[in-house]
């Protein structure tokens, strides 16, 4: 509903044509004040939630909308994370990247033009909840919890191109 008033709001403005529209979010459907994120499946099938390294709690869909700019049905399964809108948005108005950040801009995926850089690999920690690391290479995704008790805690290794679900260590 308030996707829709916006969408109207900005054609009513004369700037639909020429405003780019992203949908995201930063992390899994969580638990707080009640919410039940498993009755609705909100993690997709995937494996955790809000807090969790595991891929339902840090994988997200992204819908973008850029009439003209963007190919009305498109689909990528380009791999990025949140430090990588700033670039891209900094490529959408054409600025320069700020020098020591560790995004990078996915514009030509959203555009489908040119060489889409890729990470070497991503890094998430979390220092709640006894501490939480996780590296992705590639398809390759290791996790650790407990860390801020046992900096030895067990590495977990999965294969997220056979298991996204990350049921097979």
Excluded at 67 to 96: E, N, R, W
């Amino acid at each position: 509903e308030n996707v829709g008033a916006l969408m109207a709001k900005l054609s009513e403005l004369g700037i639909a044509d020429n405003t780019l529209i992203i949908l995201t979010s930063d992390n899994g459907p969580h638990q707080e004040g009640g919410h039940d994120p498993d009755y609705f499946k909100s993690s997709g099938g995937l494996r955790g939630h809000k807090r969790d390294l595991y891929e339902g709690g840090i994988r997200m869909p992204m819908i973008a909308c850029w009439p003209g700019k963007i190919p009305a049905g498109s689909v990528s399964d380009h791999i990025s994370a949140f430090q990588d809108v700033l670039p891209t948005m900094a490529d959408v108005i054409g600025q320069p990247t700020p020098k020591g950040i560790d995004g990078i801009s996915f514009l030509p995926t959203l555009l489908q033009q040119g060489t889409q850089p890729q990470h070497d690999y991503l890094y998430w920690e979390f220092h709640e909840l006894e501490g939480r690391v996780a590296i992705r290479k590639g398809n390759w995704k290791g996790v650790r919890y407990n860390v801020a008790v046992d900096p030895n805690s067990p590495l977990e290794l999965y294969d997220l191109a056979k298991d996204p679900g990350e049921t097979n260590n």
